[in-house]
């Protein structure tokens, strides 16, 4: 008897030992995948000129990624620099500022947005923002990046709140009583003093925003024009993700297009592990405090 | 010795408790004054009247006046910033921000405006030198407050409060949660800032309050029971009940 | 100036909190404006056919439903497992780390990486043909995170006492997570659940290779193994190839609806645990 036990004990030992490595397995299968796919393209046309080529065009079997790396990193910026401003002001009202019936609405609204599926940011952005762009600035088209950015600073917004909203309500009282007796109003003192105790909570929070919009692929592939260009403002863009999207259905199995597309799925996981680790980073030094 | 700040009558109420109990007392300026009762007696609740840090908690409601200087600080336009910079305040545990020690004393003449780079060097020493500290901050201004040690902390604080020069300087049980020698080092630093500053200083222990104040007020269950020249009251208390505290039959 | 600033920053906080909550009400009432007029129950209930000229999204909301199946079917019991794991077993801080890590690596992961592997891995290597099957293993590793951290943290809520009771009245390990523990963390387990719903349904660039872009009615067998568009990837269609917002936006208000759900309930169990752990 007291040996079945052992064995059933055993066994289910074992088990969950393997549903707790499944995660391992998973992220170990996704880094190896990536590897031998993306490295055969990179190796046949060559690291620098993949990287830093100017120029893709399939057909004439030029693959270089520099429009996408460079369309990605001004989208991602674009979506920052109009998102933070915006998500730390509401996070500050948020957390300090409203009275809680407000903060409770307000609340449900950012989980809401974030909740949003990326295609219905799609259809909205294609649908109402690039019309109104089009007409707005006068151009031919209004699939641009601007649009992208837009939609990008949207799609980062509740993640910024968030997060810093947490950061925020868990700033010691002691500092802003300290602030208060110096004579700060209390908003002075939210912006001059919480914002900085609060600090690597927020940035950890612009570091995941980031992550989000570098990996974000449908919503942007409705509204960004889809062209191999070099990235300007008002032009038909493609970054990473939307330029893997809008070739794999069509490249022939085995081709160096094909391997090229897996290629940019390489040196996009690349980016990600890249700002994951600054994120781990971050909010180490942040709880050693 | 004029009076800097009078209560009259003054009560307090947190929600449907009554924490002070019509305290009526004169503070008098450039003195040190101790406050001192066994806990939950209401000083630290009386302090913070002073320069309405009370306001903060949401349920709290005062009735009777509290003047500094003749006007009453709970008067209709009454600008709180602007009170608050005449009455400082130093914690029971040091409260430096996350900045460097530079950062920390210039937080509140930059609230003023104060910009220049010159002006608030001036300020930073002035301040450092009269919290006594400049010597063990002056080569390392641009270090963490928070590195330092919890005695040279509270100085730090000290000297913050200053450097937005003050009228009175509150003190809620500044040395409770330091050592000796620095509980010894800010004691004689409240004797020295007494010739410049008013100083209202909550304490629980009274040989502190024997040593440094001029004068003292006895505080239990929310009534000033009794208020005089700490030698009177230490020596010859008036009421029973400052007698007993004294002589540490409870508390 | 003082005075100033302090305006400008009160008007700007409160400005950007109604800039967030107008954003979230333009987007839905765009979407309800545009789509609720198009929700027949020729849509609803039909195929799209090509000879009747009319368009039905009844397989695409079938295979939603499926892949949530297939999805959830897998991933619960590997990511109870590892929670279980991870909150009853683990003994060595090395591995629990290393779990962690793994764990939080893959919630940093975009979907079209997901969907990248999963079109490499289970239809290329495995030579599974693009279908549910494929589609539901790949959101598999994208959702498997949601599951394990609920699961752990509601197992974390329950009161060690009823563990040592159990043990000391001879229970073996396993036996005692499965009667004591497990029942009583499972408002936690259906949180995660239903987030996780929520994260497949709204799903769409980790199934466009793997699940595919059929858009025909089938059963749930066939469609296992044959491409079948879920309703996020049917919107894509309808809008980006077939031109047809209209179609979009009816399959946008059935997506809004099928997560406001789901958010809600979820909030409302969240908040019920959260008041045991603090009762």
Partial sequence: ????????????????????????????????????????????????????????????????????????????????????????????????????????????????????????????????????????????????????????????????????????????????????????????????????????????????????????????????????????????????????????????YGSLQRNALFSIGLVLFLFIMLINGLLRLVSERGSNK | METIIETKKLNLWYGDHQALYSVDVEIQDKEITALIGPSGCGKSTFLKTLNRMNDLVESCRIEGSVFFKGKNVYGDKVNLTELRTRIGMVFQKPNPFPMSIYDNIAYGPRLHGVKGRKKLDEIVERSLRQAAIWGETKDCLKKSALGMSGGQQQRICIARALAVEPEVLLMDEPTSALDPISTGKIEELALELKENYSIIIVTHNMQQASRISDKTAFFLLGKLVEFGDTEQIFNSPNDKRTDDYISGRFG | MRKFKEFILNTGMRLAALITCGLLAFIIGNILLRGVRYITPQLLTTQTSYLNDTIGILPNILNTIYIIIVTMIIVLPIGIGAAVYLTEYASNRYIVSIISFATETLTGIPSILFGLVGMLFFTQLMGLKQGILAGGLTLVMMVLPTIVANTRESLLTVPNSYREGALALGSGKWHMIRTVVLPNALDGILTGCILSIGRITGESAALLFTAGFGLRLLSFFNALQSSSATLTVALYIYANEHGNFNVSYAIAVVLMLITLLLNLSAARITRKIKDRRNG
């Avoid at chain 1, 910024?160 to 947490?166: D, F, H, K, Q, R």
């Fill in chain 1, 1 to 252: 008897m007291k040996n079945h036990k052992g064995t059933v004990e055993y066994f289910f030992r074992l088990i969950f030992l393997i549903c707790g490595i499944a995660a391992v397995f998973c992220v170990l299968a996704i880094s190896v995948y990536l590897l031998i796919s993306g490295i055969p393209a990179i190796r046949e046309i060559g690291l620098k000129d993949f990287l830093f080529g100017p120029v893709w065009k399939s057909e004439r079997n030029q693959f270089g990624i520099l429009p996408f790396i460079l369309t990605s990193i001004y989208g991602t910026a674009g979506a920052v620099i109009l998102g933070v401003p915006l998500g730390i002001l509401t996070a500050v009202f948020l957390a300090k500022a409203a009275p809680p019936r407000i903060a409770e609405i307000i609340h449900t609204c950012v989980e809401l947005l974030a909740g949003i599926p990326s295609v219905v940011y799609g259809l909205t952005g294609m649908t109402v923002l690039v019309p109104f762009i089009q007409k707005i600035f006068n151009l031919s088209s209004g699939a641009c990046l601007l649009s992208a950015i837009l939609v990008l600073t949207v799609m980062i917004l509740p993640y910024i709140i968030s997060v810093s909203e947490t950061a925020l309500r868990a700033v010691p009282k002691e500092y802003e009583e300290a602030s208060l007796a110096l004579g700060a109003t209390k908003t002075e003192t939210w912006f001059k003093i919480s914002i900085r105790a609060a600090r690597s909570g927020i940035i950890a929070s612009i570091i995941q925003g980031v992550g989000r919009a570098i990996g974000e692929a449908m919503a942007i592939i409705m509204v960004s024009g889809n062209v191999a260009n070099m990235p300007s403002i008002f032009g038909s863009v493609r970054f990473l993700t939307t330029a893997i999207v809008s070739e794999m259905s069509y490249a022939a």
